[in-house]
């Protein structure tokens, strides 16, 4: 970000959108003081990044909270084979990454197969390479190039998960499920996966206290710690109560409609934009006079 203030000039509007959670460390810490520095205004998909880029750099900063857009494609039909399989099912849309916790449904897999309860099907879509650096069984299935579907299979689950493995379309996979899990490590219970299952009508079970758009009981299952023996229990409420998933997919669905209108969003885009573009002329007329 310095180097492009240096080559536009200090009176150039330059705006930054922050969209992801960085560790704080002192890589990210000197990346951010650059960016807060050098940047005209920012631009938030959230007010928890906001938050955190306040933590990195240490002080209060400007920026604009604008959340993600999201626009349900027409006519979508679902995956008609995982379709056509009666059992409840739960859709993750990510890769593999040990903070993303996806690993923790093997856990819940376990329990409610213990419980007698293999009418839940988990289909995961994504790659599940495992790292060698994770800890316990999972970097040990990592080092010998194993995957997640192999950590299923150790834990006698493997018939309770599909792994798709990378699509380019989920939304075919969402009207297939019936649920969205995010059972993240990293307490963020927003995101594309998250917004993209909601606005289509589908309940999200995640992990996080930040309940702008999963909100417990209202538009999903909203838990402040993981715990797989309550996932386990929700997971099974839901599959014997069809219709309150359904009531909670409609309530996410109006939600994210509301949040995350192309339109407004856009609306409040162009006003940074434009003020950014204002507080430049301003400081290269004064810098003129």
């Not at 000197?30 to 959230?46: E, K, M, Y």
């Not at 969402?174 to 995101?191: I, S």
Request: hydrophobic share 40%; net charge neutral.
């Amino acid at each position: 970000m310095r180097w492009l203030r240096l080559q536009l000039g200090p009176s150039y509007p330059l705006t930054m959108h922050v969209r992801t959670t960085v560790p704080a460390n002192l890589f990210t810490r000197c990346q951010f003081r650059s960016i807060v520095d050098n940047a005209s205004n920012l631009i938030f998909i959230t007010e928890n990044n906001k938050h955190l880029t306040e933590h990195l750099v240490r002080k209060k900063i400007r920026g604009a909270e604008i959340f993600n857009i999201v626009r349900v494609p027409e006519n979508i039909e679902a995956n008609a084979e995982l379709a056509s399989d009666p059992r409840f099912k739960v859709a993750v849309l990510s890769n593999y990454d040990y903070m993303r916790g996806i690993d923790r449904l093997v856990d819940t897999a376990c329990i409610l197969a213990e419980r007698g309860r293999r009418d839940v099907l988990f289909i995961i879509a994504g790659k599940m390479n495992l790292s060698p650096s994770s800890p316990g069984e999972l970097g040990k299935i990592g080092r010998r190039g194993g995957t997640l579907a192999d950590y299923a299979k150790e834990n006698h689950v493997a018939n309770m998960f599909r792994f798709l493995g990378h699509i380019a379309d989920p939304y075919p996979v969402l009207a297939a499920c019936d649920l969205l899990a995010k059972p993240t490590r990293e307490y963020n219970p927003w995101g594309r996966d998250i917004l993209e299952a909601m606005a289509f009508g589908r309940p999200v079970i995640t992990v996080g206290t930040y309940d702008r758009f999963v909100e417990n009981g209202v538009t999903g299952v909203l838990h402040a710690e993981f715990d797989a023996e309550e996932w386990a229990d929700d997971i099974a409420r839901l599959a014997d109560d069809r219709r309150l998933g359904q009531r909670l997919g409609s309530a996410a669905a109006e939600r994210v409609a509301k949040l995350c209108d192309g339109p407004s969003r856009a609306h409040d885009l162009l006003a940074v934009w434009q003020s950014a573009i204002a507080e430049s002329s301003e400081e290269r007329n004064s810098c003129a006079a």
